[in-house]
């Protein structure tokens, strides 16, 4: 196992994210921000200033954490958009010498409503396609899209898309409706995070960490925790990892002290942001140095 994170929750300044990893003892981070822009929407100056830091720290990308038909993009967005975003991220992977790129399937409509699955299908064809054209590997997250309904949903979209791989997010279930179980009553229980793994894992190729407790109601944030404190069975899915001598990147992804999905207009406690993000790598290093 190796370890990684999403130091952009750490900080905005690459500079500081790099100290963040540094001080872990790491020499990955998962690239997805770099003073507020996705590292596919830096300027080239920005992007060369970005790659010629990271070198000069002796500092690796582990993985491409794109905005690819992410959780605030709807399916029926311009799929010019997303082959931009292809566009620029190959070089840059291919630059940064990376080779996973995290994409998603659109964000969920309302249920009950036409969630457009052949329009999904179809254009995860076409992205995983490019990337796999361009000696990369594609893998989408269980987050809030069509893929994240449940894993029955995830593992459609595997038969359906070829050379597509799969992230598999410990706390994304935590705070979704399982779409393939309704109750007797009508209504759907919240997933199960380890019954999700357990259902996905031969498509794994990479992991992210985060922890959380289920939201008081459907729709509203969860309370998120550090690793192994919560509902997304990490303590038991990092045991099934290493017995299974997964030899991948382990991503922590903590939103302990900043919610990545929400902005209220105030700046976050950046010192706070630090110092949870190293707190949040070390207990992630112990659950694993203990199993």
Not at 118 to 136: N, V
Not at 202 to 231: F, M, R, S, T, W
Not at 249 to 268: K, L, N, R, S
Request: contains cysteine.
């Amino acid at each position: 196992m190796k370890l990684t994170g999403f130091a952009d929750e750490a900080a905005r300044d690459l500079t500081t994210q790099i100290k963040a990893t540094k001080e872990l003892g790491w020499e990955y981070i998962s690239a997805r921000g770099v003073n507020g822009q996705n590292i596919h929407e830096l300027s080239e100056s920005d992007f060369d200033s970005a790659v010629a830091e990271l070198e000069a720290a002796d500092i690796k990308i582990a993985e491409f954490g794109s905005l690819i038909g992410n959780w605030a993009k709807s399916i029926t967005t311009d799929f010019d958009i997303t082959l931009g975003e292809i566009e620029r991220a190959i070089p840059r992977m291919k630059r940064l010498g990376v080779e996973i790129v995290r994409v998603m399937s659109y964000a969920q409509e309302p249920w009950g409503q036409d969630q457009f699955v052949d329009e999904r299908l179809r254009r995860l064809r076409e992205i995983t396609s490019r990337f796999t054209d361009a000696g990369l590997v594609t893998a989408h997250e269980n987050c809030m899209n069509w893929g994240g309904f449940s894993a029955d949903y995830t593992l459609r979209l595997v038969d359906e898309v070829p050379g597509l791989k799969l992230i598999y997010d410990t706390g994304n279930p935590v705070f979704q409706k399982d779409r393939s179980k309704p109750s007797p009553t009508g209504e759907f229980p919240w997933q199960d995070a380890l019954e999700f793994y357990n259902q996905v894992k031969e498509h794994i190729v990479h992991i992210h960490i985060k922890d959380c407790h289920n939201p008081l109601a459907e729709g509203e944030e969860p309370e998120y925790v550090y690793p192994g404190e919560g509902q997304g069975y990490v303590r038991e899915i990092l045991s099934d990892l290493k017995s299974s001598q997964y030899d991948g990147f382990i991503a922590i992804e903590p939103h302990v002290a900043t919610v990545f999905h929400v902005t209220d207009g105030q700046e976050p406690d950046w010192q706070q942001c630090y110092d949870s993000y190293v707190q949040y790598g070390k207990q992630l290093e112990g659950l694993i140095n203990n199993l």
